[in-house]
């Protein structure tokens, strides 16, 4: 797929950082600051450095060290890295024969592609925690700002009680802030060098290496982990892990929103405007997009985090096959969690809430979901266990004549006075009260909301 099609299902502010010539750029950032790094260690002469740094800064589209230009050479060298150090070096030697030879010097393949990785996560990163605050913080005003307003809960698809809206959203926003924490700290474990030379020890700059590495981390804003990580593979495993975990919240947003939407439901509607949500044969149709996206991004990530995962048991101090993947994987990752926090996003922006529809969709249950709340105020003077029994009584009997539960729990209790005396109408009435049934739902709503502002 062409980086111009991804953009389907990809955010722009966070996908372009993995587009074709982000990864160039990258790896041309590591060049530069390795041959500088290089002078300010007395490794290589100050002019050399310079006019290596100058060439990395002047990569223009199309030339030599465009991503097109390499990747013939690349498929067969099995990386890029190859024939960009190769164009590269002979781009300085075109004006500067002697700066030419210290391209790339002490570095390996590795080396250059995984502090690209690195540089792009960083800064992916930093757009994908803007975005996810944003829609943080159109949850949470969602969430209070609907805290009376009655809906029905689903469990298993079907009718269960009556909570707020303001409960629901709350519901969506409760993992934001341990995602923006732990990937915070993922993206933090990754914003490392690496620098190891041909098999990890820098055998090669004789006993400076240590002093490059940390050169080299400070000229490109990173950290110098003290060792390579050719070979563990954890970082970016947890980090896609945590990239998956982003985009399945938000898919779980998307899911429940759809099916809000569905005109048999009606109870939120996502924005409409031109072109957006319309079908090529319906023109009455107005289908869930932010979600569709938020969805399919969610299903395609737990497979991508896998192939990450898969890719820790690589063989000796560089893996075959293994690390090769991850550039592409991580980058899809990023995609997916990006795509879904913009396209929820959106349609929390201009997300309409429906309350008249959710108190008829409450009432259209015939007062069953209220039969939790008439079963604990029996159980309260009868014991649960035949509260319980009586209650399923009373709700098959409304079943099967087409009662609302209040009608079939009236002639119940004037059938047994026992049982009427239990359930006098002071207590009785309001237990079909929707409003009267919200538990602890604004002490949770509050101490989420507290969450997050914490976070």
């Known amino acids: 797929m062409t980086d111009a099609l991804r953009g389907l299902f990809a955010a722009e ?3 372009r950082h993995f587009r074709d010539e982000a990864l160039i750029a990258a790896m041309a950032r590591f060049e530069a600051a390795l041959a500088q790094a290089l002078a300010d260690v007395g490794l290589a002469p100050r002019a050399a450095a310079d006019r290596i740094a100058a060439c990395c800064h002047a990569l223009e589209p199309g030339g ?8 013939p050479a690349a498929r067969r060298a099995g990386t890029l890295a190859i024939p960009f150090v190769r164009a590269l070096t002979d781009a300085v030697a075109r004006d500067d024969p002697e700066a030419a030879r210290w391209v790339h010097w002490g570095a390996t393949s590795q080396d250059v592609i995984d502090t690209a990785l690195a540089l792009q996560a960083d800064a992916a990163g930093r757009v994908l925690l803007a975005a996810i605050t944003r829609v943080g913080d159109r949850l949470a005003a969602l969430a209070d700002a609907h805290r009376g307003t009655m809906m029905t809960a689903r469990t298993l698809l079907q009718p269960a009680a009556p909570v707020p809206f303001g409960w629901k959203a709350a519901v969506w926003l409760s993992p934001l802030p341990r995602l923006r924490r732990h990937l915070g700290r993922a993206l ?14 820098r055998a090669a700059l004789g006993g400076a290496g240590d002093r490059l590495a940390e050169a080299l981390a400070a000229r490109l804003g990173l950290a110098d ?4 990580w050719h070979a563990p593979r954890d970082r970016v495993a947890r980090l896609g892990a945590e990239l998956a975990l982003t985009a ?23 924005p409409s405007g031109e072109g ?13 997009v932010g979600s569709m996206l938020a969805l399919q991004a969610g299903l395609r990530a737990p497979g991508l985090a896998a192939t990450l995962l898969a890719q820790q048991a690589g063989e000796h101090e560089r893996g075959l096959g293994t690390w090769q993947a991850d550039w592409w994987t991580l980058g899809a990752l990023f995609e997916c969690a990006g795509s879904a926090a913009a396209a929820i996003g959106e349609a929390l922006d201009g997300l309409r ?5 959710m108190l008829a969709n409450l009432r259209r249950t015939r007062g069953f979901v209220h039969a939790e709340a008439v079963t604990v105020a029996l159980a309260a003077a009868l014991g649960k266990p035949r509260a319980h029994a009586l209650m399923e009584q009373v709700c098959h009997e409304a079943i099967d004549r087409g009662l609302e539960l209040a009608q079939a729990l009236e002639a119940a209790l004037q059938a047994d006075p026992a049982l009427a005396a239990a359930l ?13 049934q919200r538990g602890d739902a604004d002490a949770m709503i509050d101490r989420t909301l507290a969450a997050w502002r914490d976070a």
């Open 353 to 357: 809430v429906d309350p008249a529809a």
């Open 424 to 436: 006098p109408p002071e207590i009785r009435a309001p237990l079909f009260d929707p409003g009267a």
């Open 188 to 201: 933090e474990d990754l914003r490392v060098i690496q620098f190891g030379g041909a098999v990890g020890t």
């Open 225 to 228: 982990p003290g060792l390579a």
């Open 276 to 288: 957006r949500g319309g079908s090529s044969a319906m023109p009455h149709k107005r289908n869930p």
């Open 13 to 15: 502010p966070v996908s």
């Open 64 to 71: 030599p060290l465009a991503a097109e230009a390499l990747v």
């Open 248 to 270: 399945g919240a938000f898919a779980q947003v998307g899911r429940d929103l759809s099916l809000m939407m569905q005109s048999e439901v009606g109870e939120a509607f996502e």
